[in-house]
């Protein structure tokens, strides 16, 4: 689209280009998501909506920073506005992903890897850089669908995993929380059955990710 009529938006501090895309859902109708987005009250922004149909909104230019993102870190990078491409998903959370809606996501998903030179360790949800405060896209995202396609990743397991969980999440990208907040965040996106302490689980598909997409940049 070229009209991009979201108001809520600035240049990306430091002059960097994205690196990342940040997953939302809204949690509210496409038509009120739309609304909020572009109401220049609300001071919040996306540069992608996609309905449950699966159109594709375009409200910021990707050249710019939306304001999507808020308080939060990955990979040793703060501002993530200012490193991110937003997409905000209809969906309230509480049912799956509608068909057309992740077929254009898987779409978008493609051309902006290739726009930007984004990796698929570098599709990430907000509950991923903000475990504390969000919980969206949820545990009814299929994160495993993306990955198939190359579009983000998905542990393969460890035979004999040896390093404590928090030194696995924190090279894959997690930012410093409380352990239980980015344990929950690594199982909402991974395994969102689960539930109580950590298992060897856990560790085996935290220590595989960091082995193959770890240490982050910020590390080395």
């Not at 009529?5 to 990342?20: A, D, K, M, Q």
């Not at 996306?46 to 710019?64: C, K, M, N, P, Q």
């Not at 905000?88 to 902006?112: I, K, S, V, W, Y």
């Not at 924190?170 to 996106?189: K, M, Q, S, V, W």
Request: aromatic share 6%; net charge negative.
């Amino acid at each position: 689209m070229t009209d991009l009529p979201s108001p809520n938006f600035g240049e990306r501090r430091g002059g960097v280009t994205p690196s990342l895309v940040v997953i939302h859902y809204t949690a509210i109708s496409c038509d009120a998501a739309r609304a909020r987005l572009c109401d220049p009250a609300a001071e919040v922004s996306a540069h992608w909506l996609i309905s449950e149909t699966g159109r594709a909104e375009a409200l910021v230019d990707e050249r710019h920073r939306a304001w999507h993102a808020g308080a939060g870190q990955w990979a040793g990078l703060d501002d993530i506005n200012s490193h991110s491409i937003g997409i905000e998903l209809a969906n309230d959370g509480q049912h799956p992903f509608p068909e057309p809606q992740m077929a254009a996501l898987e779409r978008l998903l493609t051309a902006l890897m290739a726009r930007w030179s984004i990796p698929a360790h570098r599709i990430i949800g907000h509950s991923d850089m903000a475990p504390t405060r969000k919980t969206d896209p949820g545990p009814h995202f299929d994160w495993r669908r993306l990955a198939r396609q190359g579009l983000s990743v998905w542990p393969e397991g460890h035979d004999n995993p040896d390093a404590p969980l928090s030194d696995s999440l924190t090279r894959i990208g997690y930012p410093d929380a409380p352990p239980e907040a980015r344990l929950a965040a690594f199982r909402l996106r991974f395994r969102p059955w689960a539930k109580g302490p950590e298992e060897a689980t856990d560790r085996a598909l935290a220590q595989d990710l960091a082995q193959r997409f770890g240490p982050h940049p910020a590390a080395q």
